[in-house]
T-cell receptor, first 112, second 115 residues
Framework: GENVEQHPSTLSVQEGDSAVIKCTYSDSASNYFPWYKQELGKGPQLIIDIRSNVGEKKDQRIAVTLNKTAKHFSLHITETQPEDSAVYFC???????????FGTGTSLTVIP | DAGITQSPRHKVTETGTPVTLRCHQT?????MYWYRQDPGHGLRLIHY???????DKGEVSDGYSVSRSKTEDFLLTLESATSSQTSVYFC??????????????FGEGSRLTVL
């Protein structure tokens, strides 16, 4: 099956700095890569996603990049704010079936 | 917020007892999922459903069963709970299947402790 690895497991940044979270995947057939944000005591929520036919996607302060050859994708958060503090999960999905394979999560702390 | 309700939200039980977690949705989404979340493991799929009475196993299905008799309800049953099933369980729904890039909408989780 697919194996998704995520790094780092914890990340602390000063408010206003950038944060980068990286994920690698093993199955070259995977073609959809969402990122979820989980605030304390809540369920994860989709914040951005990218498909394998696109190299980069941006939505205001967040962006995701995908390198299909190297099989890795990254989440970039610029101008971080305290409300960005949360656990972030990357995931990968194959072109068939219903299963999303999640990374192990990154706990991001933005220090005011 | 997507209309997903999980119950119970917290439960403490003893080893060997049966436990049922319920997920109820008001969105009429076709696909429903049960995940467990554990430190160091992220979210792992237990079972999912692609329609009434249509279910399939995920990557960590041993010791769990599911049922979906109505579009809106998806039940997760631990026939005989073990301490290794202590976890936070999340129900999720999606309009599209994973292969189509369907966004997952998660419930708020059910924390289960097996003593």
């Amino acid at each position: 099956g697919e194996n998704v690895e995520q790094h780092p497991s914890t990340l602390s940044v000063q408010e206003g700095d950038s944060a980068v979270i990286k994920c690698t995947y093993s199955d070259s057939a995977s073609n959809y890569f969402p990122w979820y944000k989980q605030e304390l005591g809540k369920g994860p929520q989709l914040i951005i996603d990218i498909r394998s036919n696109v190299g980069e996607k941006k939505d205001q302060r967040i962006a995701v990049t995908l390198n299909k050859t190297a099989k890795h994708f990254s989440l970039h958060i610029t101008e971080t704010q305290p409300e960005d503090s949360a656990v972030y999960f990357c995931a990968a999905s194959r072109p068939t079936g219903n299963q999303f394979y999640f990374g192990t999560g990154t706990s991001l702390t933005v220090i005011p | 917020d997507a209309g997903i309700t999980q119950s119970p939200r917290h439960k403490v039980t003893e080893t060997g007892t049966p436990v049922t977690l319920r997920c109820h949705q008001t969105e009429n989404h076709r696909y429903m999922y049960w995940y467990r979340q554990d430190p160091g493991h992220g979210l792992r799929l237990i079972h999912y459903s692609y329609g009434v009475k249509d279910t399939d196993k995920g990557e960590v299905s041993d010791g769990y069963s599911v049922s979906r008799s109505k579009t809106e309800d998806f039940l997760l049953t631990l026939e005989s709970a073990t301490s290794s099933q202590t976890s936070v369980y999340f129900c999720a729904i999606s309009l599209l299947q994973g292969a189509q890039g369907g966004e997952l909408f998660f419930g708020e989780g059910s924390r289960l402790t097996v003593l």
